[in-house]
């Protein structure tokens, strides 16, 4: 039985890989990086028991599309790092099931947009070098990033301590 999945680097698109990892009724962690992804489209029954996926590298560019992923209900841990995604607005509904969430190497650049992460519940976020970090401080971006993302206790890594989250917090409002 087949519980973890690496389909990287092949050009596949989201339906090639439903196609082939969508029925395989153990699959709890697939990675399908550096492939030719940018539209997402889950199925009935398809990814029934699938914790992790690893879309880093690919070409989403609409969190609509990333959206679409809360039909696995199962999901618990997504990466995508590596895409083309410039904002967190989105038509269907948020991934309230994730407990992490990496999003380095995109195109976000507007603090609201960081804030809409509050739709979620995330525990653990990975965020890096999106041009909204441009103009500040490291320290600064993780700061800010606390004081507007209520549900995380761990950034980049690092806990978050309820000290840090207090000045953090502080300083922001």
């Not at 973890?4 to 082939?20: K, N, Q």
Request: with cysteine; net charge negative.
């Amino acid at each position: 039985s087949l519980t973890h999945l690496i389909m990287g680097g092949m050009g596949y698109t989201w339906t090639e890989v439903e196609r082939v990892a969508g029925d395989l009724p153990r699959l709890h962690i697939l990675q399908v990086h550096d492939n030719s992804i940018r539209e997402i489209v889950i199925h009935e029954q398809k990814f029934q028991v699938l914790q992790e996926l690893d879309l880093d590298g690919n070409q989403v560019d609409d969190w609509g599309q990333v959206c679409n992923l809360s039909r696995i209900n199962t999901l618990r841990k997504l990466r995508v790092n590596r895409n083309r995604i410039s904002n967190l607005q989105h038509t269907s509904a948020p991934l309230t099931q994730l407990t992490s969430l990496q999003l380095s190497d995109n195109l976000i650049n507007d603090w609201s947009q960081i804030g809409r992460l509050n739709e979620l519940n995330v525990a653990d976020f990975r965020m890096r070098n999106n041009p909204v970090f441009a103009a500040l401080k490291e320290d600064v971006n993780r700061s800010t990033i606390v004081a507007l993302v209520n549900s995380l206790t761990v950034l980049n890594g690092s806990t978050i301590t309820e000290n840090e989250r207090k000045w953090a917090e502080i300083d922001y409002y």
